[in-house]
Nanobody
Framework: QVQLEESGGGLVQDGGSLQLSCFLS????????MAWFRQAPGMRREFVAA???????????EYSDSVKGRFTISRDNADRMVYLQMNNLKLEDTAVYYC???????????????WGRGTQVTVSS
């Protein structure tokens, strides 16, 4: 059984940085593409970033246009962790951030099978 647990959320000022972490409990971490999605109040869940599966810390990464150049996704296969480094945070980045795992490297939420419970990120002015 695969479970995902996010951590690292919190309150940060506009322009600040945070790093989110996600731990996958279960086997075959390298078989999964990993992604981050977010959902702001009253909004639909939206894609943030994804990293392909495989060894060597993963290969390809993909980002939404709204975070490209500010956020970086990475993975540590030995520790079964995926990270989201968020720099130059903006008010509009405020949301609950979810970690997801699935078989396909994708920006589409339905392609991901396993989800964490989310961690709140709040950016203040």
């Amino acid at each position: 059984q695969v479970q995902l647990e996010e951590s690292g959320g919190g309150l940060v000022q506009d322009g600040g940085s945070l790093q989110l972490s996600c731990f996958l409990s279960g086997r075959f971490f390298t078989n999964y593409a990993m992604a981050w999605f977010r959902q702001a109040p009253g909004m639909r869940r939206e894609f943030v970033a994804a990293i392909s599966r495989g060894g060597g810390g993963g290969g390809n990464a993909e980002y939404s246009d709204s975070v490209k150049g500010r956020f970086t996704i990475s993975r540590d296969n030995a520790d079964r962790m995926v990270y989201l480094q968020m720099n130059n945070l903006k008010l509009e980045d405020t949301a609950v951030y979810y970690c997801a795992a699935g078989g396909a490297f994708s920006s589409v939420a339905r392609d991901y099978t396993f989800w964490g419970r989310g961690t709140q990120v709040t950016v203040s002015s």
